[in-house]
């Protein structure tokens, strides 16, 4: 187990690469990575089997991430997020594009096996499983005959962790309906999330509304609904490692928010690129991006990637959630406006949720 001061550390569920240089103090980095585990496991949400899984992995930038198990009772067990996807999540959220080692505090299972092939050399990435007395095995070595990437996809194609432009339009074809005002209560002027897909909003008044006005060609703005309680709001985001500052409606920032998720989606195996941003009640906007894995079963929905960046960076209740916004194709393969309703029905009951359809360039929509 680590010590107190690496349990603080590991709470931000990112440690920079100069941090665990310090932390090595004469460590070998699997000894390091082992110890963390252990503080990981604490972290997890598992409300359903009891059991505790905490994951961490060194990334080529040098930074530790770490991932744990999310469970939500009273939802099937496929709604689950194993601690290895909630750890390649996080790493995403952070702009990581390569794993060079992941420690588990158990032998990850044949699901999250499979949803690592996904990765760029993914036979060579080493795991290291601290309850059989931390023996470091490849991935190829935990899955002899992958089935992977390249056994469906032909020519160069970006995988999971590496960047992707699914090159999304921003024309509504399903318009938001009216919501009730949100109050965003105890803000300062701009809040720091901690990650590179968590935004932050500063309201210069106490209420939100989204709405939308659709006009005849089919074009979309957001406007605000209460003239003059409802100012402009400023949004601060961290993306790529570079800080932006940006004016807008604070309906605008949420569904471009989750446009830009669906656009760095991980889905070459069925075209159907998805993203969802969620509004928590202290003004913090989280995002998640579809990941896809050509075994189908082991994907993992834009909502439970969107809900590893707020626990990540909240580590709040998911009654905190007030709003959400998924963004899709229009007419797509697969679709999650259905289960995606469902999860934020059990996690946060009085959550708004909304589903804008967008349309594609003609060229990659599937039928």
């Known amino acids: 187990m680590g010590s107190s001061s690496e349990t603080e550390r590991m709470a931000s569920f990112v440690i920079e690469a100069d941090e665990v240089e310090s932390m090595l103090m004469g460590r070998s980095m699997e000894a390091l990575l082992s110890d963390l585990v252990g503080v990981a496991k604490g972290l997890a949400r598992p409300p359903i089997s ?24 009273g939802l099937p067990l496929n709604n689950t997020v194993h601690a290895e996807q909630f750890l390649v999540a996080n790493a995403a959220h952070h702009g990581e594009e390569v794993l060079h080692i992941i420690a588990v505090s158990a ?34 070595h935990l899955l002899p005959h992958p089935f992977g990437p ?14 992707h432009q699914n090159q999304l339009h921003e024309k509504v074809v399903l318009p938001l309906k009216e919501s009730v005002p949100v109050s965003l209560i105890s803000l300062n002027d701009l809040i720091g999330c901690g990650s590179d897909d968590a935004v932050t909003l500063r309201p210069d008044a106490n209420n939100t509304t989204l709405l939308t006005a659709v006009n005849a060609d089919g074009d979309y ?23 932006h500052q940006v004016t807008c409606n604070p309906a605008e920032i949420l569904v471009t928010a989750a446009t830009e998720a669906a656009n760095r989606s991980h889905a070459p195996y069925t075209n159907s690129p998805s993203g969802v941003a969620l509004l928590s009640r202290n003004g913090k906007i989280f995002c998640g991006s579809y990941m896809e894995s050509v075994a189908y079963n082991p994907s993992l929905p834009p909502m439970q990637v969107a809900l590893v960046s707020f626990v990540a960076n909240c580590q709040g209740n998911y009654e905190d959630i007030v709003q959400a916004v998924l963004v899709e194709r229009e007419k797509a393969l697969i679709q999650f406006a259905d289960t995606t309703k469902l999860l934020l029905e059990k996690i946060s009951q009085n959550c ?7 349309s594609c360039d003609g060229q990659l929509l599937l039928h």
């Open 221 to 243: 703005s957001l406007r605000d609904t209460m003239s003059l309680s409802v100012g402009r709001s400023i949004l601060s985001c961290r993306q790529g490692g570079n800080d």
């Open 50 to 73: 009891r059991f505790y899984v905490g994951a961490v992995g060194l990334g080529a930038s040098g930074r530790i991430f770490f991932g744990v198990n999310l469970e939500f009772a």
């Open 150 to 163: 390249n056994d469906v996809l032909a020519g160069h194609f970006p995988l999971l962790l590496e960047p």
């Open 107 to 140: 032998a990850p299972c044949g699901h999250c096996r499979q949803f690592l092939q996904e990765l760029r050399d993914s036979s060579d990435l080493r795991i290291l499983v601290v309850d059989e007395g931390s023996e470091i095995r490849t991935l190829g």
């Open 352 to 358: 708004e949720f909304y589903i804008v359809h967008i």
